[in-house]
């Protein structure tokens, strides 16, 4: 009778003997990919998980890490079981438990990572907001009347990066890294700013804007992503938030610079004041390309190209031990296995969006939320506030006064959304604040009708500042976490491609018209209609959004596996329930629209529910024939 192992004995080749090749088998072939999905280790045993563990040491050359590899990879099959897996010390235990209590202990390097983000995130936010202030200025000194022609100006960046810069994301990414691309993207708008500031004609600086897209696209699409995947997840959600409240911060910085730089002119530059606003956007770019190198690259990308010895150093800097970073080495390099299963055999990425039902409403989806975000009108806000206050009655230095308010409102509504966008949801947030921008955005309009004087002035800034109170926490940071999860992951990275894209090229249509639109509606009809896009978009959200918050790439694949016209039916059914449980005070269950627990006890649960809604009803049924 063979001998029992110690617990704390360290697996022998005696353990793997032989199983090297079966193991492999079984994770390829024997395993159904839903579980796969769920937890890419899911269904294997101890033995096989550390016979698998064996031969990726040997293969990646981290034959010095095996023990840390073994202990981390089981913690990857099941990391709630860490108290109880015998495998571990009491101080590996501790480690691990601070993880929950104290989620925000990380490493130097992860914080210095997370300000690297920041400052890539200020930089688009100061692209984006730095032309509010000075295009009164060089509307003026070059002449520029035409309304197409200033639209044509300030939107130049947002076609370029539309049409260009968000394709480029992916090859610059797969050639240069993460880091590369965000350092190619900053000096591009370090170059670009500089261009700018010393344009001496008004083709001259659309050219120099024009150039300024390419640094936008890569960059949007690229810093969420770096930042995901160097995070834990326990703050994953949390840090990859922090891009739109930091790109609200260098929005506010725009507007700041816009103040600061009004009043400055020289008798040689008469126009000094407008160059300074734009050419001030090249210091966060030059900050952000001294530090980028400085931090690890993505893990990730070290994996996909095989660099596997430079992704577990670097992981090793991003965690508190090297037993964490052994467990999301393993974790991370199981998902590829399973990402690399997924695209195999699947059509190109152009015909996928067309012709596979579950990536076509995925990039519906995410269409409306990204074409939305330009169209409830906050560019409008964000690039001519300063035009409509003096429009209003406001003098130029007031008009930039209260344009920094705007700036200030946008990145302080932004924190709550780290809350709210997993707590409350994002298709909940988009239904309660897509009609209060519409009637924030009617009551601007119709304050240009009070006649001039200082409660017009108030109450048109006070509708504006509403309008960024309420979008901050909505639409604001929903589009690009909506985005970046619809997708199926193995054309995730084309997915976030198109949504930019979406979004970039819907800001240039927006920055473009805005002057012709309010030269003909005036200011009420202009705002009355981008109001009337936001009611709009609240009904269309209702019927034909899923939700994706707090939902497994498995469960995010059933979502978008629903037909749109079940969606919108199923919803267009709960309408009387909403009534009968808000307004009647009802406690009635409702059928889910998901089944997310397939297995037949949850199909009896669900039958256990409904008998016992009928017999309730039956009840109410009796009583009320006995009262009659």
Not at 17 to 44: H, M, Q, T, Y
Not at 225 to 254: D, H, K, S
Not at 610 to 622: D, G, K, P, T
């Amino acid at each position: 009778m063979a001998a029992k192992r110690d617990p704390a004995e360290k697996v022998t080749s005696d353990d793997s003997s032989g199983a090297n090749s079966p193991v492999k088998r079984d994770f390829e072939a024997d395993i159904p990919i839903e579980d796969k999905l769920r937890n890419p280790l899911a269904g294997l045993s101890r033995q096989q998980v550390l016979a698998q563990v064996e031969v990726f040491a040997e293969e990646k050359g981290l034959q010095d890490e095996i023990e840390e590899l073994k202990k981390g990879a089981l913690l990857a099959q099941d990391s709630k079981r860490f108290e109880t897996m015998r495998d571990l010390t009491e101080e590996d235990r501790v480690l691990l438990r601070r993880e929950f209590t104290h989620r925000w202990r990380q490493p130097f390097m992860m914080y210095f990572m997370t300000i690297l983000c920041a400052g890539s995130a200020i930089v688009q936010g100061m692209d984006q907001s730095s032309v509010n202030g000075a295009q009164g200025f060089y509307f003026e000194e070059f002449g520029i009347t035409n309304v197409w022609q200033q639209g044509l100006l300030n939107g130049a960046p947002y076609l370029c990066s539309a049409l260009i810069g968000c394709w480029t994301t992916k090859p610059l990414n797969y050639f240069f890294g993460r880091r590369g691309c965000i350092f190619i993207s900053c000096v591009i708008s370090a170059i670009a700013g500089v261009w700018m500031a010393v344009a001496n004609t008004w083709y001259n600086l659309l050219i120099a804007r024009f150039a300024l897209g390419f640094a936008v696209g890569a960059k949007s699409s690229t810093t969420p992503v770096y930042a995901a995947e160097c995070a834990p997840t326990l703050v994953r959600g949390a840090l990859t938030m922090q891009w739109q409240m930091w790109t609200a911060f260098g929005i506010m910085l725009g507007y700041i610079v816009g103040v600061a730089f009004q009043d400055l002119s020289t008798p040689e530059i008469p126009y000094l004041n407008w160059r300074l606003m734009l050419g001030s956007t090249s210091i966060p770019p030059l900050i952000v390309c001294t530090m980028v190198y400085l931090c690890p690259e993505s893990p990730r990308w070290y994996m996909l190209k095989n660099k596997y010895t430079k992704a577990y150093r670097a992981l090793c800097s991003f965690r508190n031990s090297r037993l964490q970073a052994a467990r999301d080495l393993y974790h991370i390099h199981a998902s590829l296995k399973v990402e690399e299963q997924l695209r195999h055999g699947k059509p190109n990425a152009v015909k996928e969006f067309i012709t596979v039902p579950r990536t076509r409403r995925a990039a519906q989806s995410s269409f409306f939320v990204m074409f939305m975000q330009q169209f409830c009108g906050v560019n409008v806000v964000a690039y001519y506030s300063t035009e409509i206050f003096k429009e209003g009655g406001f003098s130029v230095q007031n008009a930039l006064l209260a344009s920094l308010g705007v700036g200030i409102i946008n990145w302080l509504f932004a924190l709550p959304a780290v809350y709210t966008i997993d707590t409350f949801g994002r298709r909940n947030l988009l239904l309660v604040t897509f009609p209060l921008m519409g009637c924030c955005l009617l009551f601007t309009g119709f304050c240009f009708f009070i006649d001039a004087g200082n409660v017009r002035l108030g109450l048109i800034a006070l509708g504006i500042y509403l309008f960024m109170i309420v979008y901050s926490p909505g639409e604001g940071p929903v589009p690009f976490t909506y985005s970046a999860e619809a997708f199926p992951l193995h054309i995730r990275e084309y997915g976030m491609a198109f949504a930019t894209a979406t979004t970039w090229f819907f800001n240039f249509v927006l920055a473009m018209t805005w002057p012709a639109l309010n030269a003909a509606f005036t200011p009420t009809g202009a705002f009355g209609w981008y109001a009337a896009w936001n009611f709009a978009a609240a009904v269309t959200a209702y019927f034909f959004l899923p939700e994706t918050a707090k939902r497994s790439l498995e469960e995010l694949d059933q979502i978008f596996s629903v037909r749109t016209r079940t969606h919108a039916s199923y919803y267009a059914k709960m309408i009387p329930w909403y009534y009968r449980r808000w307004f009647l005070r009802k406690d009635e269950p409702r059928e889910p629209l998901y089944d997310f627990d397939a297995s037949d006890e949850g199909r009896e649960r669900r039958r256990s529910s409904l008998l016992s809604q009928e017999a309730r009803q039956a009840s109410v049924i009796n009583k009320d024939s006995v009262k009659v």
